[in-house]
C-alpha cells in the first residue's frame, strides 16, 4: 500500500473571502455592508472617495482577498475581486545593503485628463496601470509613473459606467 505525505504550504491559503457590498444612492452617498453586517461611516456618511478606506478595513489593509459588489442607483451594478497583497518577507539586517540617506526626487507625473465621464465613475486609464474616478463634474485626471508608460505612444481614459473614451498622446 503507498502512503501519500502531506507537506505543510509555506503560505497560510485564504480560507474565505469577504464580500463588500456598496450600494450608491442618488445623492452619491453610499451604504455599506461587509459580510451582510451594515458598517456605517465614523462620520458624516460614505461617499466613492471612501472607497479605499473601506477595502483597506475589510481587507484587514489587504491581507485577505474581497469580493466587491457596487449597485449604482440607475440599477446598474458591477463586481470586482481583489486579491490579497503576498505577504512581505522581512530582510535580515545582516544581509540588507547599506544605504546612505539620500534626498528623495521629486516625482515626476505624467498627467493625462479628460471629460464627459459620469461623476464620480471608476475611470480605467489603459495601458490599464491604474483607475481613477471622475469628479463631481465628470472630470478624470490620472497621473503616471513615467516609468510605467515607457515606450507609449498613447494612453486612453474608458469610463465604466459612461462607455466615455478619451485618448492622449504621451508625446
Excluded: N, Y
Amino acid at each position: 500500500m503507498r502512503r501519500h505525505t502531506i507537506s505543510p504550504l509555506s503560505e497560510p491559503v485564504p480560507v474565505q473571502v469577504r464580500t463588500v457590498i456598496l450600494d450608491i444612492h442618488a445623492d452619491g452617498s453610499m451604504s455599506v455592508t461587509i459580510d451582510g453586517t451594515p458598517h456605517p461611516p465614523t462620520e458624516g456618511s460614505w461617499s466613492r472617495a471612501s472607497f479605499p478606506q473601506i477595502i483597506d478595513h475589510a481587507s484587514d489593509d489587504r491581507a485577505v482577498p474581497v469580493r466587491v459588489e457596487v449597485h449604482e442607483a440607475d440599477g446598474t451594478s458591477f463586481t470586482e475581486l481583489l486579491p490579497a497583497r503576498p505577504p512581505r518577507r522581512p530582510v535580515a539586517p545582516e544581509s540588507a545593503p547599506k544605504r546612505r540617506k539620500e534626498k528623495p526626487a521629486p516625482p515626476a507625473l505624467v498627467e493625462v485628463t479628460g471629460d464627459g465621464f459620469v461623476p464620480g465613475e471608476d475611470v480605467a486609464c489603459c495601458l490599464i496601470v491604474s483607475h481613477t474616478d471622475a469628479t463631481g463634474d465628470g472630470t478624470a485626471r490620472a497621473l503616471l509613473d513615467p516609468a510605467q508608460v515607457t515606450g507609449a505612444g498613447e494612453v486612453m481614459l474608458l469610463g465604466r459606467i459612461s462607455g466615455t473614451v478619451v485618448t492622449r498622446s504621451l508625446r
